[in-house]
């Protein structure tokens, strides 16, 4: 299977003290796994490795079988990756939905008309077109990672990183991101520790635990 993400030996140490020990990890393309785990165990700090935010210890990334030693050699996959943090609170740049989701693409020098398109098509993809003009601090926190999503998805990643994508989200807005999560075929690492919703959306389960990963 080809991979678009492998861990090979990363470490990562928190206050000298040891956060994880020789993590290995192989994604496959368009694979979706989960990572469990207790809080401080880890889990967002690797994802944030994956991501290339911050560097691991010891260890290193591959990304599509290139190996990435520090974030500098993370740019060139900077638009193949997408990750979303558990706050999106401070993750939007401007005041209303559409100005939001084609910020990305405006910023890369796309034209204002076609990246207006490109946003039509997301939205009604993720079934949130009539928000198209609100503020979007005044939408309900499930609205708000879905508008998160999409201000990713225009950018056509390959790989999608999910840090608690449902905490705090009532059951209806759970159900709408199961249901979008599960109409991506990308490759996908979902950290959470809501069982059914993991349960929803793969088979393949990680626990990091112990300053370890474990496939269960």
């Known amino acids: ?24 990890l192989n994604l496959g393309h368009e694979e979706k796994i989960a990572i469990i785990g207790s809080n401080g165990s880890g889990k967002s700090t690797l994802l944030k490795i994956i991501a290339g935010l911050i560097t691991p210890s010891n260890g290193y990334v591959e990304i599509f079988h290139n190996k990435i030693f520090n974030l500098k050699d993370f740019k ?6 997408a990750y979303l943090p558990q706050d999106v609170s401070n993750h939007f740049l401007c005041p209303t939905v559409i100005e939001d989701v084609i910020f990305s693409l405006r910023a890369r020098g796309e034209n204002k008309e076609d990246a ?9 993809e993720l079934k949130i077109k009539h928000l198209k003009h609100r503020v979007i601090f005044d939408l309900s926190g499930g609205e708000q990672k879905i508008v ?5 998805l225009i950018l056509k990643p390959k790989i999608i990183l999910l840090d608690e994508p449902t905490n705090a989200l009532d059951e209806e807005s759970e159900k709408k991101i199961v249901n979008i999560l599960n109409s991506i075929k990308k490759s996908m690492i979902i950290v959470s520790h809501h069982k059914s919703f993991i349960d929803s959306l793969t088979p393949t389960i990680y626990k990091l635990d112990n300053n370890s990963l474990e496939r269960l």
Request: aromatic share 6%; proline share 0%; with cysteine.
């Open 1 to 24: 299977m080809s991979c678009s993400v492998n861990l090979r030996g990363v470490s990562y140490k928190h206050n000298k003290k040891d956060l994880f020990n020789d993590i290995n």
């Open 76 to 81: 060139r996959y900077r638009n193949d990756i």
């Open 148 to 152: 998160a999503l999409a201000g990713l």
């Open 116 to 124: 207006l398109l490109k946003a039509d098509e997301i939205l009604e």
